[in-house]
């Protein structure tokens, strides 16, 4: 079960290092805020993992809750990029 | 091994495998309207796998496990929806590689292009 985690970690930072790479690089707003949404959701999934790994249920409540801001803030952003904010 | 860690270890996998391959594809495709495609549609299946495998390893987590993947099933495509509107408002058109390109874009009768292009 641990070589699975790490396997499961090690492609997680892979994906969070080419979504940060295209969020420093990308053209265009829009861009950097799909790979900003992509960030939040990998993100989540790691805290799940990491609160699996040290054992502790609180960590969970810290995923929900950093979903949950990452969702208002992309949509936020998206309006604001719309010009109706 | 029992059976719910061999489902879970499998379900988490899948999920990293595929939040990988969103990231990928965030990386890799050369317009914007692809890289919603890529990076909304793979990560939303990629972690919602993962968390239900974490869910199946540790079974008394699993009710705050599914209040998470039904929250992340609704605001993954409200999110891409709201930047693909954002952006096609701004005059980000899809970058179309055909010659029938005024066929192709279908919202293009509800929202009729102009024609000087405008930087963002």
């Known amino acids: 079960m641990t070589i699975i985690i790490y396997i499961a970690l090690s492609f997680m930072v892979l994906g969070f290092v080419l979504s940060a790479i295209r969020f420093v690089k990308g053209p265009t707003a829009g861009d950097r805020t799909v790979a900003l949404d992509t960030i939040t959701t990998i993100a989540v999934a790691a805290i799940i993992l990491l609160a699996y790994i040290f054992q502790r249920f609180v960590y969970v409540d810290v995923a929900l809750l950093y979903a949950v801001l990452g969702f208002i803030g992309v949509i936020v952003i998206a309006r604001y990029l719309e010009g109706a904010l | ?120």
């Open chain 2, 1 to 120: 091994m029992s059976i719910m860690e061999i489902i879970g270890g499998a379900l988490i996998i899948i999920g990293s495998a595929f939040l990988f391959l969103g990231a990928l594809g965030i990386f890799r495709m050369p317009d914007i309207y692809n890289r919603l495609q890529a990076g909304t549609k793979a990560t939303t299946l990629g972690g919602m796998s993962l968390i239900l495998g974490v869910g199946f390893l540790e079974p008394s987590w699993m009710m705050k496990m599914i209040i998470i993947i039904i929250f992340i099933a609704y605001s993954n495509p409200i999110s891409s929806h709201a930047l693909a509107r954002a952006m096609y408002k701004r005059k980000r058109y899809p970058l179309i590689l055909s010659e029938d390109k005024e066929n192709m874009d279908a919202y293009a009768e509800v929202n009729p292009h102009e024609k000087e292009e405008v930087k963002s």
